[in-house]
């Protein structure tokens, strides 16, 4: 599986069980737009309208950035990066929790 394969399925398992958690959560996941090298996911959440973002690029493999912000906002603050051979689907609940949970 490619990078950018394994970035929307980890946050699309990510999705389907962080709706399960919390179950009146309203949470979508989907494919990042592609900009040339960049590509990824995106993580929404309609509760607190704010997004979350795992971004691969072609300059970094193995690497995904993975940021959070508002929705409408075009700054987002920076998580950290990880690499995608050893991103557990764990981690990606743990930044969700802390930004979609209320």
Do not use: W
């Not at 069980?17 to 979508?28: D, I």
């Not at 737009?33 to 970094?60: E, H, M, P, S, Y």
């Not at 700054?75 to 050893?86: D, K, L």
């Amino acid at each position: 599986m490619d990078d950018l394969s394994r970035v929307h399925a980890i946050a699309t398992e990510a999705c389907i069980t962080f709706t399960k958690l919390y179950e009146n959560s309203h949470v979508f996941s989907g494919a990042g737009a592609a900009d040339g090298n960049i590509g990824g996911a995106v993580l929404d959440c309609f509760d607190t309208n704010k997004r979350i973002i795992l971004a691969v690029t072609d300059q970094q493999p193995n690497q995904t950035a993975i940021a959070v912000g508002h929705k409408n906002d075009e700054h987002f603050s920076m998580v950290g990066m990880f690499e995608i051979s050893t991103l557990k689907v764990s981690r990606v609940l743990e930044i969700m929790e802390q930004h979609f949970a209320h």
